[in-house]
């Protein structure tokens, strides 16, 4: 089948489900009033809480959620062929992932633009905080490992990605001292960023990085993966605009630039999927269900996007209904990210014999390494050279992957400091104790995949910590929606499903954990599934009794 | 649309989109240190010694304007200095 | 006579509580004025004994009592009364009017605060020294007891570096102003915003520097401890000279008030008199003779009215 034909698939599907599904739930479910007062307006202090334009809006919720996950989840999932995955992105976006990010974003303007974590501790109490503070730890922990585990992939299948990835960190520096010296303002420098970025990855191309094989008796993916979390410990230490402001800036004109180019290219190549709609996959591949529905979390539902939706989109809400443009469509965006990244991942082979190739074990994937050379092959349509694509998309991918790492470890950072302070143990709450906590852990979750290896093995447990983020902040909206009164079947079933099929694929990871003998993954595992568990039953406690704690008149 | 109005207003969804998240988190961290400024000199509000008080009143009625912000963000639910009007 | 003394431009009496200081000020000012040095005496004792001894109304701003003498005093009270009055204008702009009586209480705290009244005085001192320095040759600062001189006298040394923090944490604040200005519409425009707040610390800071510089400046500045010859006073001058030494402030020497008049052979005087010797001698030691001293006669009244303080003559002893 053609990709295009593909594409045209789902993203009409997408605008279906805008129009219709979101439609419906916006008006008849949540009731969304014109005359709200929202906390942009309520509070507006021009800082945190601005009125802001619907579609600006939407530029910065998208840019926000969006990121590497989004890309890397799908290009896995395409191992059980093109049409499950398809049909989780484009279903998940529907009737998951829209749902959940509109609606975290509806509750949370509800109650003053408060974060997910504390509107958990309003309607489903206290401890139910605790659990939320831990499952954050957990993705985090995730997120940290699982992306160092990434770029480590890109930058050994692509050595060339090395030099401009090093050379953003000063351009970044450089404007990030330039507006804050006041010098200038930002669009000519940041157009002269793009351009010098541009050229190093051109030189990348003829200059590429790599350390030996091994080098002082470390495997060179050891040796990235210390580089890596080095530089993110240094990274979160910094002033928010010495590095991590100027390049999230970056990060998101190179993502509009980036779909632009995929989805344009597309249009131009006319390639063909080369994967099977359904692929019997090699062995030792876990069963598709449940493990699709934890493979592709961001681009299908994300529990991420409830923490961005809460506490920071809902704050710059102008009208309540504009949380269905903003939320929903902002889903959708990532949607369509996920769903560039499917059709790369599949369209971007020459044969199914080099698909197959490259998809021939389950553990060995380098799944991001896919979509770079699916987007290459797209880039070609518009005559851009496959060597300078490929190093394109994976700085780009890098960059992204960069950014969340240093945001991370800065957030595990608080939280470690928190739980010092909470718990009365002074050095938790020095900044270089709680980084170097931060980043100790995530660096013995990163080498317990095979050395830094085997992405594989984590991912699954990134995904299931991200589900289970979401199926708590659905949780919460579906206690808020039954306290009013309206149906909660629409936030229910999702809910369900998800933490349904969490639960069972933790197990079968816990039995593979424990088949191999993997201490840390196992106990990691009971951590989740524990978690996972406590969920279930603060749920079913809070919806068997009856009060309306929470609700905003 | 003549072409200056679109450059103009490509500029400005630019803006809009691309620099106002970083102009914001610069004003948050410009924010937390005129907080830190404040609380420096109404610290003996919260019991620690301070001995230019006297003179950090002439600074009050700059202060005024952001006075209940501050307080709010600090914590505090009602103003700190005993019956100073703001809330 | 005292052409160490009336070299200076500024000086200040201080000293054990009712040993005379302003006895002894008021007949260095008088013999400065004979001298044809305009001369400024400002009392900072809130006993207001100078008042007693010129037997005029003696207020905030300089009264001229004769040719090239003239008199005034710093009230705590006042000066705070004056400076959170200012404040109150200023906030009663800003609040809305119904809010008036909440400002007066709270700046009525302010007023009970400890340190405001030394920070009022100090404040007075300061305008005082940097407004008149022109318009006399020598003013005389009759200081209140020792205790209340020696925190007066550090105000800058304690000042100072709080002031300067502040100032650096404002400059923080306008460095990443710069940063949003530079994101903002404009585009790294360069006209500097006024920053009131700045620009009032600044002027504190610039303030708290001109006098400790005057403070510290041994050609314009002595400090002259006042005592008298009898052992708790001899003890405590020695250790103000001491700790004002540390601090750096110059001592352009020490009064001794009350000096006994010649015995005449009566066996009680003589008696005393020799006291009296040898506490002068413990004195000269224990300064190991660095400073000079100046005696004042007792006399058999009060000194009160200008009448009397002529007829005062302090020597070199």
């Known amino acids: 089948m053609q990709a295009i034909l593909v594409a045209i698939m789902g993203l009409s599907a997408f605008v279906i489900g805008y129009f219709v599904y979101s439609k419906f739930i916006a008006e008849k479910i949540f009731r969304l009033d014109p005359a709200f007062r929202t906390p942009a307006h309520e509070f507006n202090d021009g800082v945190d809480y601005v009125p802001t334009n619907k ?135 940041s157009f002269i960023a793009l351009v010098i970025l541009y050229f190093f990855i051109y030189l990348g191309t003829l200059f590429p990085i790599a350390f030996p094989e091994t080098l002082w008796g470390l495997d060179s993916a050891v040796i990235w993966i210390l580089l890596l979390f080095l530089y993110a410990a240094i990274a979160s230490i910094l002033p928010v605009w010495t590095l991590l402001q100027p390049r999230d800036f970056i990060n998101a004109l190179q993502l509009f630039v980036a779909l632009g180019i995929g989805y344009v290219g597309m249009l131009f190549v006319n390639p063909e999927i080369v994967a099977p709609a359904f692929n019997d996959p090699p062995a030792g591949t876990p069963p598709l269900i449940p493990i699709l529905f934890i493979t592709i979390a961001c681009g299908a539902i994300s529990g991420f996007h409830g923490l961005v939706a809460s506490g920071t989109t809902s704050k710059q809400l102008n009208k309540e209904p504009e949380a269905r443009f903003v939320g929903y469509f902002g889903a959708i965006g990532e949607g369509s990210l996920a769903l ?54 994976s700085v780009m991918i890098v960059n992204f992957a960069a950014t969340t790492m240093d945001t991370g470890v800065r957030l595990q950072r608080y939280i470690v400091g928190e739980i010092g302070q909470a718990y009365n143990i002074p050095f938790l709450t020095k900044s270089v104790w709680a980084t170097l906590i931060a980043v100790g852990s995530c660096l013995v979750l990163a080498f317990s995949a095979e050395g830094g290896r085997g992405g594989m093995l984590i991912w699954p447990l990134f995904g299931t910590t991200n589900q289970l983020t979401a199926g708590l902040t659905l949780t919460v909206v579906s206690l808020y929606l039954k306290r009013l009164g309206r149906p909660i079947i629409y936030t229910m079933v999702p809910m369900i499903f998800i933490l349904i099929m969490t639960t069972i694929g933790m197990i079968m990871n816990l039995g593979q954990y424990f088949a191999e003998k993997n201490i840390l993954l196992s106990t990691l595992g009971v951590v989740i599934l524990g978690l996972a568990f406590w969920l279930i039953i603060e749920a079913i406690a809070a919806f068997r009794n009856n009060d309306t704690r929470g609700l905003e008149s | 649309m003549t072409h200056k109005s679109v450059t103009g207003q490509a500029k400005q969804l630019f803006d809009e989109v691309f620099v106002d998240p970083y102009r914001r988190s610069l004003l948050r961290e410009q924010r937390n240190l005129e ?42 639910e009602h103003s700190p200095l005993a019956g100073f009007p703001c809330c | 006579m005292h052409p160490d003394l009336f070299n200076r431009q500024i000086l200040f009496l201080g000293g054990k509580g009712g040993v005379g200081k302003s006895t002894a000020s008021a007949v260095l000012a008088y013999q400065a004025a004979t001298r044809s040095i305009n001369t400024l005496i400002v009392s900072t004792d809130p006993a207001h004994s100078t008042m007693d001894i010129w037997g005029k109304k003696i207020d905030d701003r300089p009264r001229k009592l004769f040719p090239f003498l003239s008199a005034m005093d710093i ?53 005082i020294l940097l407004d008149y320095q022109d318009d006399y040759d020598l003013i005389i600062f009759d200081t209140a007891p020792t205790g209340h001189t020696l925190r007066l006298l550090s ?118 008199k020799s006291m009296e010797k040898k506490w002068l001698q413990q004195l000269q030691k224990k300064l190991k003779g660095r400073y000079p001293l100046y005696g004042i006669p007792l006399l058999d009244d009060d000194i009160c009215g200008i009448q009397r303080v002529r007829e005062v003559v302090p020597e070199l002893i």
Not at chain 3, 82 to 97: A, C, E, M, N, P
Request: proline share 5%; aromatic share 12%; with cysteine.
């Open chain 1, 55 to 189: 579609y600006v809006l939407w530029g910065h919720h998208f840019t926000s959620v969006a990121g590497a996950a989004p890309i890397v989840g799908p290009a896995i999932a395409v191992i059980w062929g093109w049409v499950p995955a398809f049909l989780w992105v484009v279903l998940g976006t529907i009737f998951f992932a829209g749902v959940h990010d509109f609606s975290a974003l509806v509750i949370s303007a509800r109650h003053k633009g408060e974060s997910i974590g504390s509107i958990t501790k309003v309607i489903l109490g206290p401890r139910a905080k605790i659990l939320f503070l831990f499952i954050i730890f957990m993705l985090l922990l995730m997120v940290n490992a699982v992306f160092a585990v990434v770029i480590t992939g890109l930058f050994l299948s692509f050595p060339g990605s090395v030099l401009p990835w090093l050379v953003q960190i000063p351009i970044a520096i450089a404007i990030g001292f330039m507006v804050y010296r006041g010098r200038a303002g930002i669009v000519i420098p």
């Open chain 1, 340 to 393: 560039l990244s499917i059709l790369a991942a599949t369209a971007g082979f020459a044969t199914f014999a080099d698909w197959n190739q490259f998809y021939a074990e389950w553990g060995g994937i380098n799944a991001q390494n896919a979509f770079v050379q699916g987007i290459a092959v797209f880039a070609s349509g518009l005559g851009i050279p496959e060597g300078f694509a490929i190093i394109f998309a």
């Open chain 2, 35 to 76: 907080d830190f400024f404040a609380l420096l000199c109404f610290s003996e509000l919260l019991g620690l010694p301070n001995p230019i008080s006297y003179y950090t009143v002439e600074l009050y009625p700059y202060f005024y304007e952001d006075f209940h912000a501050w307080h709010k963000r600090m914590g505090m």
């Open chain 3, 75 to 127: 009230d705590s009270r006042r000066e705070m009364k004056r400076f959170l009055g200012d404040v109150r204008k200023q906030l009663l702009q800003v609040v809305s009017t119904d809010m008036a009586g909440a400002v007066d209480r709270h700046l009525k705290m302010v007023k009970h605060t400890p340190g405001s009244e030394e920070a009022a005085i100090f404040e007075k001192m300061a305008s």
């Open chain 3, 155 to 272: 105000m800058p040394a304690l000042l100072e570096p709080f002031v300067k923090n502040l100032l650096k944490q404002r400059d923080r604040v306008h460095q990443v102003q710069q940063g949003t200005r530079a994101l903002s519409d404009a585009g790294g425009n360069d006209d500097k915003h006024e920053d009131p707040i700045y620009e009032t610390l600044m002027k504190r800071l610039d303030k708290i520097k001109r006098v400790e510089r005057l403070f510290l400046d041994e050609t314009k500045t002595a400090f002259v401890p006042v005592t008298v010859a009898e052992a708790l006073p001899v003890q405590e001058t020695v250790r103000l000279v001491a700790q004002l030494t540390d601090q750096g402030f110059p001592i352009g020497g020490v009064i001794v008030n009350r000096l006994l008049p010649d015995p005449a052979g009566d066996a009680f005087w003589e008696s005393r």
